[in-house]
């Protein structure tokens, strides 16, 4: 019920924020270890949209990369770790997290805009020859359906549904590619610990938010490109977090928090408030210890840092989406969704563990507890999805390769397109939602460049179908 928000907005509105952009060695360029032949454009063409993007966002226009001059305005550096093996990557946090507030106003003053809700979207309807979008057969739930005539479409339903209209329309799929692909972020929380050799100041940006330069930002470890190639591993981000975070009262705090910061109260907030009271004691010395930012420790021996791991997933055929055979209140197929997760993945994301733990023992800067056999079993039995859908109409230079080209069109029909994350490649190591509204502002660039060819003197037109 907190993956996808069906309403104006989108699931921007149970956004938190946490934003990246993908990295264009590591993310965007073909990597052969992963049966992958990369993003089907040159990365420039996606990197020149991230300012503006940031800008919708909140984020300010300024660069991500080099952290080093966003936490020398802390007085801190970077983790002491080899260059040419590890990085510190920032991770910011949007203050615009509902789409719909932060833009309605917008759209309701436009007068080139005219924003239809309750349309329900049952198919995409083509030419006889369907070599053409020529509209949508909506439905609504109370009074009659409508035709939708238009020279041009655009889907952007989120990376289920985007593949489920297609496949419902019986478009895009010559290639047997739509709902195919399917990718989450694999999330590996709590998995080892890092006691450090000694309290370090230089900690804290990797394991709480700052506020540095006016914007809320942490930082994470990540493998390098080198290091990703020569160990044939996809791509990560390595977060750190205080045990103090993980105490039972401090975790319904956070989820309660949360859902007010997201105005919604969360599936079980009484069970929250339970847990919150429950553990008084131990959330107020929680507390205390965050807010005198002694999480890591002071004058006795460090405290533990807990380790997780956010892991890139390979592209897999067999991870789809299908029509099922249940029908949804307007009579039309629902999405059936089979995500599988393959062993080589699994294990990539303990691999990218050991190799941390080496560094961290050479660098002197602590040691990395892992887990036995048994214990890292335990471990990946907790393996989770981050809630990004990504995949299912993924981009391709050919129809053979992928359901859309480099510009989000549909292979084959020239004037329908797919925005979102559901043509993502590759899932690539960040949160999607920055990249998703970079490939917008591309796609709107797009559209404005082949309008005139596009619409050849169309116009949009509403039927009722009677």
Request: some cysteine.
């Given at each position: 019920i907190e993956t996808r928000a069906r309403c104006f907005g989108g699931s921007?509105?149970?956004?938190?924020?946490?934003?990246?952009?993908?990295?264009?060695?590591?993310?965007?360029?073909?990597?052969?270890?992963?049966?992958?032949?990369?993003?089907?454009?040159?990365?420039?063409?996606?990197?020149?949209?991230?300012?503006?993007?940031?800008?919708?966002?909140?984020?300010?226009?300024?660069?991500?990369?080099p952290p080093d001059p966003w936490l020398a305005d802390a007085g801190l550096a970077a983790l002491p770790l080899d260059p040419d093996r590890w990085v510190t990557r920032l991770f910011r946090y949007a203050p615009v997290l509902d789409f719909a507030a932060a833009f309605g106003a917008r759209l309701r003053r436009a007068t080139n805009v005219t924003v239809l809700l309750h349309a329900h979207v049952a198919a995409i309807e083509?030419?006889?020859?369907?070599?053409?979008?020529?509209?949508?057969?909506?439905?609504?739930?109370?009074?009659?359906?409508?035709?939708?005539?238009?020279?041009?479409?655009?889907?952007?339903?989120?990376?289920?549904?985007?593949?489920?209209?297609?496949?419902?329309?019986?478009?895009?799929?010559?290639?047997?590619?739509?709902?195919?692909?399917?990718?989450?972020?694999?999330?590996?929380?709590?998995?080892?610990?890092?006691?450090?050799?000694?309290?370090?100041?230089?900690?804290?940006p990797y394991y709480r938010r700052?506020?540095?330069?006016?914007?809320?930002?942490?930082?994470?470890?990540?493998?390098?490109?080198?290091?990703?190639?020569?160990?044939?591993?996809?791509?990560?981000?390595?977060?750190?977090?205080?045990?103090a975070k993980r105490q039972p009262g401090m975790l319904a705090l956070l989820a309660l928090r949360d859902g007010l910061r997201q105005h919604r109260p969360g599936e079980r907030p009484l069970a929250a408030v339970r847990a919150l009271l429950a553990d008084l004691p131990g959330t107020a010395r929680a507390l205390a210890a965050v807010a005198a930012g002694r999480e890591t420790g002071a004058g006795g021996a460090p405290v533990p840092l807990l380790v997780s791991v956010v892991g890139e997933q390979t592209p897999d055929p067999a991870s789809r989406v299908t029509l099922s055979e249940r029908r949804d209140a307007f009579g039309e197929p629902l999405a059936r969704l089979d995500w599988r997760v393959v062993e080589r993945d699994r294990l990539a994301l303990w691999r990218v563990l050991e190799l941390l733990a080496a560094e961290a023992g050479r660098s002197g800067l602590?040691?990395?507890?892992?887990?036995?056999?048994?214990?890292?079993e335990l471990a990946l039995a907790r393996l989770r999805g981050g809630r990004h859908h990504m995949g299912t109409t993924r981009?391709?230079?050919?129809?053979?390769?992928?359901?859309?080209?480099?510009?989000?069109?549909?292979?084959?029909?020239?004037?329908?397109?797919?925005?979102?994350?559901?043509?993502?490649?590759?899932?690539?190591?960040?949160?999607?939602?920055?990249?998703?509204?970079a490939l917008a502002l591309r796609l709107a660039d797009t559209i404005a460049r082949d309008a005139p060819a596009l619409l050849h003197g169309q116009r949009s037109a509403v039927d009722d179908p009677g």
């Open positions: 921007t509105v149970w956004w938190n924020g946490e934003c990246r952009p993908l990295d264009p060695a590591q993310d965007l360029q073909a990597r052969p270890w992963l049966g992958d032949a990369g993003w089907p454009m040159q990365p420039g063409e996606l990197l020149r949209h991230y300012p503006q993007a940031q800008e919708l966002c909140g984020l300010g226009p300024e660069p991500f990369d083509v030419s006889a020859d369907a070599g053409r979008a020529t509209g949508l057969l909506v439905k609504r739930r109370n009074g009659p359906g409508f035709r939708l005539a238009a020279p041009l479409i655009v889907l952007a339903a989120g990376g289920i549904e985007n593949a489920r209209l297609l496949l419902a329309s019986r478009l895009g799929n010559g290639h047997d590619l739509v709902g195919r692909h399917f990718m989450e972020h694999l999330f590996l929380d709590d998995a080892a610990r890092l006691v450090p050799t000694r309290p370090v100041r230089a900690f804290r700052m506020s540095l330069r006016g914007r809320d930002v942490k930082a994470t470890l990540a493998p390098t490109a080198t290091l990703l190639a020569a160990e044939g591993l996809p791509n990560f981000a390595i977060k750190l977090a205080s045990a602590g040691r990395l507890d892992l887990p036995g056999d048994a214990g890292r981009m391709g230079v050919r129809p053979s390769q992928g359901v859309v080209d480099s510009d989000c069109r549909v292979h084959g029909i020239p004037n329908l397109f797919v925005a979102g994350s559901s043509v993502f490649p590759t899932a690539g190591h960040a949160n999607p939602t920055l990249t998703i509204v």
